[in-house]
Nanobody, 124 residues
């Protein structure tokens, strides 16, 4: 079992930034890929970004490329999503997820454990 706890969400104006963090505990030896998803009201859960175990490979949704950056610290068992130039359409609950797969999953079913989510609201 792996437990994931997200933090860093909040209310921000358009153009602002937030740093989302996710701390993993438990059977962390099984974690290879780590990722972030988001879900807005009335919409399906959407892939945002993923990173491999070494941090040398990342993948982003087209909607966040150039604005969001994913990184991880294996010594601290954390993954961070730096969100910049936020837009109202970025408003959603952001979820951290981890996978035992060696590649960078983009499908929710390929992630093994999920956090409870942190709310990000972008509004003027």
């Amino acid at each position: 079992q792996v437990q994931l706890v997200e933090s860093g969400g909040g209310l921000v104006q358009p153009g602002g930034s937030l740093r989302l963090s996710c701390a993993a505990s438990g059977s962390i030896f099984s974690i290879l890929a780590m990722g972030w998803y988001r879900q807005a009201p009335g919409k399906e859960r959407e892939f945002v970004a993923a990173i491999n175990r070494s941090g040398g490979s990342t993948n982003y949704a087209d909607s966040v490329k150039g604005r969001f950056t994913i990184s991880r610290d294996n010594a601290k068992n954390t993954v961070v999503l730096q969100t910049n130039s936020l837009k109202p359409e970025d408003t959603a609950v952001y979820y951290c997820a981890v996978s035992s797969r060696w590649y960078l999953p983009r499908i929710p079913g390929e992630y093994d454990y999920w956090g409870q989510g942190t709310q990000v609201t972008v509004t003027s």
